[in-house]
């Protein structure tokens, strides 16, 4: 999640009160076309996004952020059992232009949830409630 005063305002209180948010910093690793999002403490050491233990609330997330004087994104641990899901759309937006591709924002709108502008601005995020997880996959 990008992390400007408006974006952190946007999102759901049910998100917000979830305690699966963790701290990311982007590293560009050799041989990478992109940077990557790479989970850390408020140190900016690497620590394990799917270790419960270093999940955190949304304030402490943010305080945290703040303090540390690191330049951070945001982040949300979904997990099984919690009930949530997002829609990652990649390369929806025309880089000249700027607009949704239609076919993309014809889901978009029939999800009928909050959306984000993925960190790169070259995506979406679209997160929904899951009555339950049919895990991990990519759309081909």
């Given at each position: ?79 099984e059992k919690l009930?949530?899901?997002?829609f990652d759309f ?18 978009v709108s029939r ?30």
């Amino acid at each position: 999640m990008n992390m400007t005063i408006e974006s952190l305002k946007a999102i759901p209180g049910k998100l917000k009160s979830h305690r699966h948010w963790i701290l990311w910093q982007l590293s560009q690793g050799k041989g990478q076309d992109k940077p990557t999002k790479i989970p850390v403490s408020r140190h900016g050491r690497k620590i394990n996004a799917q270790a419960p233990g270093n999940w955190m609330s949304f304030e402490e997330a943010i305080r945290l952020s703040e303090i540390s004087g690191l330049e951070k994104g945001l982040g949300f641990v979904l997990s099984e059992k919690l009930g949530i899901m997002c829609f990652d759309f990649d390369g929806v937006p025309n880089p000249d232009t700027g607009e949704i591709d239609p076919d993309a924002m014809d889901l978009v709108s029939r999800l009928n949830s909050w959306t984000e502008i993925s960190q790169s601005g070259k995506g979406l995020h679209v997160w929904i409630r899951a009555t339950r997880s049919c895990g991990r996959s990519r759309a081909r």
